[in-house]
């Protein structure tokens, strides 16, 4: 079972920021939050992860609370091309077992 | 630095036929993990090598099996298809200094 929760959609306007939440109230101390993307049938692409503190990269921005039971994704200035499927990923245990549980993600609409 | 590669990318197959999928990873990276894509469940993950191994399983029949050559590269092979297992067959890859997994463009198998 998926351990994250997420909006089904979303909507944004062109140019202005984008901000995903993500729930995952059940995350364990050595787990990781994923974000990746998935843009029409193509394969899923990763856009950034973290453990507890904010990460920034040249995609986006991961705001992950204090608690670690939620995160947003920022994407600063969202263009249509942003248009896709996000979705949020708790990585289960380090080592041997390394698999991605996905839930369904956010469908997000970047609207001129 | 290539990205990861499948092959074929479409594939149309009929009832009861059997079917090899082929992953190349980017280069360095010994670990491949299979996910198996389909609308209503999302991605499922199906298994994971490593260096010829198989790390990891998910929740699949026996019908899907898998293997890892000495170069990395994968395939995994369905065997007696059915209408079921018309989806879209993602291949990732990890390298050892990172967990992060790097997505192909998937094959997308439809069973007739």
């Known amino acids: 079972d998926a351990k994250t929760t997420q909006p089904p959609s979303m909507d944004c306007a062109e140019g202005r920021a984008a901000n995903l939440p993500c729930n995952h109230s059940t995350i364990s101390g050595n787990e990781y939050v994923y974000w990746y993307r998935q843009i029409h049938s193509q394969g899923p692409q990763y856009i950034i992860h973290g453990l507890k503190n904010n990460e920034t990269n040249e995609m986006a921005s991961l705001i992950i609370t204090e608690d670690r039971k939620s995160s947003t994704l920022i994407l600063p200035h969202a263009t249509l091309r942003d248009t896709a499927v996000y979705y949020c990923i708790v990585r289960t245990n380090a080592g041997n077992n390394r698999k991605l549980i996905w839930g369904l993600g956010t469908s997000l609409a970047v609207n001129p | 630095k290539a990205g990861v590669t499948q092959t074929p990318r479409y594939l149309i197959k009929t009832r009861g036929q059997q079917v090899t999928l082929s992953c190349s990873p980017i280069s360095g990276h010994r670990s491949v993990s299979w996910y198996q894509q389909t609308p209503g469940q999302g991605l499922q993950f199906l298994f994971e090598?490593?260096?010829?191994?198989?790390?990891n399983k998910g929740n699949f029949p026996g019908r899907f099996s898998g293997r890892q050559f000495s170069n990395s590269r994968s395939e995994m092979n369905v065997s007696t298809l059915e209408l079921g297992d018309s989806a879209l067959y993602l291949c990732?890859?990890?390298?050892?200094?990172?967990?992060?997994?790097?997505f192909g463009p998937g094959t997308r198998l439809t069973v007739l």
């Open positions: 090598y490593f260096s010829e191994t198989q790390r």
């Open positions: 990732a890859s990890t390298g050892q200094d990172t967990d992060t997994q790097y």
